[in-house]
C-alpha cells in the first residue's frame, strides 16, 4: 500500500535549521513529482516547494525562497527538505505530497516544526 512517512521535525531556536525527510513507498516514486505543504494552525494548507520527477525542475513559495531547499533521492524513494534561517512564521505541520503520472495523489502524515526561543 501506498506510504509517505515524513520525519525531522522539532522545535528549534529562531535562525536554527531542521531537514525533513519524507520515506515512499507502494508506488514508482522515481515517475512522481513530489511537494512539501504546510499548515499552520488557523490557516489554509500551503504549497512551500515542488520537486520535478528526477528533479530537474523546483519550485518554491516566495516566503521561504533562499532558506529551503528541496531534493529527492530516488534510489532512497526519499524526498528532503532543507529548512534554514527558521523564523517564528514557519511554525507549522509539514506534509509532503506525491503526485503520481498517473494523476493520483497521496499525503503523508506530517511532521510538525515549531519555532520558538
Known amino acids: 500500500q501506498v506510504q509517505l512517512v515524513e520525519s525531522g521535525g522539532g522545535l528549534v531556536q529562531p535562525g536554527g535549521s531542521l531537514r525533513l525527510s519524507c520515506a515512499a513507498s507502494?508506488?514508482?516514486?522515481?515517475?512522481?513529482?513530489m511537494s512539501w505543504y504546510r499548515q499552520a494552525p488557523g490557516k489554509e494548507r500551503e504549497l512551500v516547494a515542488f520537486?520535478?520527477?528526477?528533479?530537474?525542475?523546483?519550485n518554491y513559495a516566495d516566503s521561504v525562497k533562499g532558506r529551503f531547499t528541496i531534493s529527492r533521492d530516488n534510489g532512497r524513494k526519499t524526498v528532503y527538505l532543507q529548512l534554514n534561517s527558521l523564523r517564528p512564521e514557519d511554525t507549522a505541520v509539514y506534509y509532503c505530497?506525491?503526485?503520481?503520472?498517473?494523476?493520483?495523489?497521496?499525503w503523508g502524515k506530517g511532521t510538525q516544526v515549531t519555532v520558538s526561543s
Open positions: 520537486v520535478s520527477n528526477f528533479g530537474g525542475l523546483t
Open positions: 507502494g508506488f514508482t516514486f522515481s515517475n512522481s513529482a
Open positions: 505530497k506525491a503526485r503520481a503520472s498517473n494523476g493520483n495523489e497521496f
